[in-house]
Structures are given as C-alpha cells and as structure tokens.
C-alpha cells in the first residue's frame, strides 16, 4: 500500500514563513503530479499549488508569488515553502499524489495525507 505523510504545519504570526514537507511510502512504481490543497473550516477544500512530474507548477491566484512548491522524484516528496503568510491561509494543508502502485493493476491513484493544521495569527 502507498501511504502519504505531511509535516511541518504550526502556529506563526501573520508576515511568517513556513515550510510544509509529504512523503510518499510503500509500493510506489510511479508518481506523477504532486499537489497541495487546504481546506479552511466550514469551506470547501481548494487547490494551492501543483508540480508536474517535469516540474511544471500552477499556484492560486491568492498564493502566486507568496508560496512556492517543489519536489524530489528520487525520494517521492513534495514540499510548500509559505512566505509572507496572512491570516487568511489558515487552513489544513493536504498533499495529493497521482501514484501508480506496484502492488496494485498499472492504473493512477489519487492519494491523499492525513492533513497538516496551519494558523497564521493577525
């Protein structure tokens, strides 16, 4: 099984920085696009960010030029590096994985992390 673990959510005062890491583990064959996605409460859940596997990226309008996102092939991880956060980004920050499994037929699954609470304070 594949399974996705994110850290590095914590508390920071608005103009802060932090830098949210997810690592994939387990029977992975392929990764494709990696993605990060937050879900603030009592809203939906919303894309922040996304890198091919060629390292092509998209970023909301709200974050462009405040978040970057990267990744690691060899190590299947994917990392968001917030700058200059505001108040409004708090949220639970998910990653998301397009993986194709070994253990499983040769078909992409989306795989999600368990979510990581960020709270930036005014």
């Known amino acids: 099984q594949v399974h996705l673990v994110e850290s590095g959510g914590d508390f920071v005062q608005a103009g802060g920085s932090l830098r949210l890491s997810c690592a994939a583990s387990?029977?992975?064959?392929?990764?494709?696009?990696m993605g990060w996605y937050r879900q603030a409460p009592g809203k939906q859940r919303d894309l922040v960010a996304t890198?091919?596997?060629?390292?092509?990226?998209t970023y909301a309008d709200s974050v462009k030029g405040r978040f970057t996102i990267s990744r690691d092939n060899a190590k299947s991880t994917v990392v968001l590096q917030m700058n200059s956060l505001k108040p409004e980004d708090t949220a639970v920050y998910y990653c998301?994985?397009?993986?194709?499994?070994?253990?499983?037929?040769?078909?992409?699954?989306?795989?999600w992390g368990q979510g990581t609470q960020v709270t930036v304070s005014s």
């Open positions: 998301k994985m397009e993986i194709r499994s070994s253990a499983l037929p040769p078909v992409m699954y989306d795989y």
């Open positions: 387990g029977s992975i064959f392929r990764v494709n696009a």
């Open positions: 890198i091919t596997s060629y390292g092509s990226t």
